[in-house]
């Protein structure tokens, strides 16, 4: 797999499908947000790897060769609340996505992780610059990685009760395929982007939800707490019943999915 290989099938599937081909870097999301302090008004990239992909709260993200990890830059029209739904939206179009060109059916983990099979395939990372006189961001950048294929060795230890992969084995990865999912992805984001204020992701975002009805554990103030996940409003806050019946709506924070075959610690937000 090289950078020609994977720019030739681009090309061929779309043309100029306005996205950048890179082979290593630190992260995409990190080479975008130098060329958005330089001016860059609009682009998106991707990378056969990244050497200090990032998560949430400064984790770290696996990124070996046979994975997507794509960023989009953006300079929005629209108030630093409304740009909250760019993450869901990620994760809607990152799923529509595989549908279509893997056959997959992934669901939705709240807020934007992505599980097959009870484990995660794909994480999403949302940064932006916010302007201190003003209600809108400077710009936002949204990156997605996805499992595509086991990597070489397997996932290091730590992951491997976590992370799954979209195919069963390296053997099945195929470059076309790749292509074909990087000009959906971006095509599905652009079209939810562009229908943000109608909320059209709300409900391929609902449809796709795994935990509604689960019992879960919610971590607060570094006590986990049983809970039922009751439903996701639409601002995407997660209503959880606890276990003496009281409710509460929660737009942040640590859950365990209660699976006796599923227990691992999933963070929302992690990429």
Known sequence: MSVQELQRHLHRLCGDSRIT?????????????????QGAAFGSVTALRQTAGRGRMGRQFYSPVRGLYWSILLRPPYTAEECLALTPIAAVAAAESLEAV?????????????LLDDRKICGILTESAVCADSLRPRYVIVGVGINLAPPEGGFPEELREIAGTVLPAAEDYSIEQHARLL???????????????????????RSRLCMLGERILVLENDTLR?????DVDEDLRL?????????????????RIRREEASALYKFGDL
Do not use: C
């Open 183 to 205: 000009v959906t992805l971006q095509e599905r984001f652009l079209y939810h982007y562009g229908h943000i204020q109608e909320k059209a992701y709300l409900e391929p975002y």
């Open 239 to 255: 209503l959880v019943r606890y276990e003496d019946g009281s409710l509460q709506w929660r737009s942040s924070g640590e859950i």
């Open 226 to 230: 049983p809970a039922v996940a009751m």
């Open 102 to 114: 893997y056959g997959v059916a992934p669901k939705i983990k709240w807020v934007n992780d992505l």
């Open 21 to 37: 081909v890179l082979d290593t870097v630190p992260s995409t999301n990190s080479h975008l947000r130098a060329l958005a302090e």
